[in-house]
């Protein structure tokens, strides 16, 4: 798989390291408090192979991605892995522990509260592109931190970060200009519900998203 670091790897399952660098602050003053109070800078993502890349981006996590803990967290809630990835472990994990799926906003606040990087303690374990980009998206929320007043907004900068990413690794991920233009596409129609679901105006989610567009400057 190209020039990308492993770490190790089995027949059904691999270790890889992505690149998160730092993305600006694109949104309102406001929508967070503590913008890139851990700076992003890198991802450990358990995968299968071959990825999964026919599930489209929905308004909800999709099912098999989850975070897997990399180090002891006293502080964030904890569960069995094998309950909800099986398919994504080693034979010896069997006692592996996962954040608690319920618990990413949880852990968005806590990782802030204690001051620890989510790096230090969290890595992503998805077997699908849908899921990475989810995956991707809350590992924003962990490096920023705000009140998720404005949800819209806060969406969307994560929604960027995740995108911004994507492209990042898209040697690895095997992402061409075609499907890059899939997800930013499908993203876009995720923001434009969020607006309108606060009852913001399209002019509105059409300014957000313009500044995903000009952040990205995806031909
Ligand atoms: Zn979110």
Redesign the pocket.
Known sequence: MGHFRQMESTNDVLDLVLATPEVPELVPAGVFDDFAWSPPTTLRWRTGRPLDRDEPLTRTNPGGMVFLFLDKCSFLPAELAWLHVPGLLRADEAERLMLAPYA?DDATDLLHEHRVPARDVLGLATGSLAGLF?GL??W??FHHHGP?EE?AW??LQ??AAALSWLRANREILELDDAALATLLDQAGSLTRARFADEDRSEAVAREAWSRVEAFLDWP
């Open positions: 990413i989810w998206h809350d924003a929320h998720f949800r806060t969406e994560c929604d």
